[in-house]
């Protein structure tokens, strides 16, 4: 459970600044946050508040300008551009609004050629399975709706077995039905994890959402609010409720 294992994200006084003409932009301003193993966080916040720089910078997208940030015992802040792409291809799930899918691949090609470049994948056959598309699987991605295609993204993230799952909007584009569906299969993975208790929990994988929408985050054990770059606030909730609860 969270708190009792050890933070597998720690961000220390973490600044991203971006220039912007003559101005400074502090995306995030002296950010401190440590995210735990099997732990689903909600981001929250306006538009512009530094949402998408954190995950960014959680998933070494964007380095810092100034701070520490370290992951899965290993400091991170200052990492060569292979390094970089090492762990973001091995321990980083990434799902993004825009689906990000390859057009020319079907839903299985899809999630295969991901399996394909790293060390410890799983079965891909499996994935599209978990995420229900068992019978679309060698649908290309413009014949899938926005929801499958964006189960199709889940699986691709999921069948590296990362260690944490970044997803940036991942329903903003999907009508209620599609997304309730979306953020199911997401969810699933770490309370299926969870179920399974054990010794196991700094191998859990840990959920980070950024959305706008506040309903959702009613699903997370914590939300973090984040307001001109800064954590306005964390809210721990001992109640979390299942996605088919959510309405909006
Ligand atoms: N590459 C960049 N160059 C310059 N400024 C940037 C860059 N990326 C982000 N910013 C600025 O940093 C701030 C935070 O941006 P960020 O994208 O993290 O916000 P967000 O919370 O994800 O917003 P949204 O909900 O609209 O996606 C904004 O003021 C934005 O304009
Ligand atoms: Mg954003």
């Known amino acids: 459970?969270?708190?009792i294992s050890k933070p597998c994200i720690k961000l220390?006084?973490?600044?991203k600044e971006f220039q912007s003409g003559n101005d400074v932009v502090k995306a995030l301003d002296n950010v401190?946050?440590?995210i735990y193993p099997g732990e689903l966080i909600v981001v929250l916040g306006e538009s512009g508040s530094g949402k998408s720089t954190l995950l960014n910078i959680i998933g070494c997208m964007d380095e810092l300008t100034n701070g520490?940030?370290?992951a899965f015992g290993k400091d991170i802040t200052n990492l060569s551009e292979k390094e970089r792409?090492?762990?973001r291809r091995e321990d980083v799930g990434f799902v993004f609004q825009d689906y990000h899918l390859m057009p020319e691949l079907s839903a299985i090609e899809n999630v295969e050629f991901i399996a394909e470049l790293v060390k410890n994948p799983l079965s891909s056959k499996e994935m599209i399975k978990a995420v229900g598309l068992e019978a679309e699987e060698k649908r290309f991605p413009g014949q899938l709706s926005g929801g499958q295609q964006q189960r199709v993204a889940i699986a691709r993230a999921l069948v590296k077995n990362p260690k944490i799952i970044l997803a940036d909007?991942?329903?903003?584009?999907?009508?209620f039905r599609s997304a309730k569906e979306v953020l199911s299969v997401l969810v699933d993975v770490i309370r299926k994890e969870e179920k399974k208790g054990g010794d196991k929990d700094?191998?859990?994988t840990a959920l980070v959402i950024v959305t706008h929408n506040r309903e959702i985050s009613k699903i997370a054990d914590r939300v973090v609010i984040m307001k001109n770059g800064c954590i306005e606030e964390i809210v721990k909730r001992d109640d979390y409720c299942s996605v088919d609860s959510l309405e909006w």
């Open 68 to 70: 520490k940030i370290e």
């Open 32 to 34: 401190s946050l440590e």
């Open 12 to 15: 220390n006084n973490a600044t």
């Open 202 to 204: 700094n191998n859990k």
């Open 169 to 175: 909007e991942p329903t903003a584009a999907l009508d």
């Open 85 to 87: 792409t090492n762990y």
């Open 1 to 3: 459970m969270a708190g």
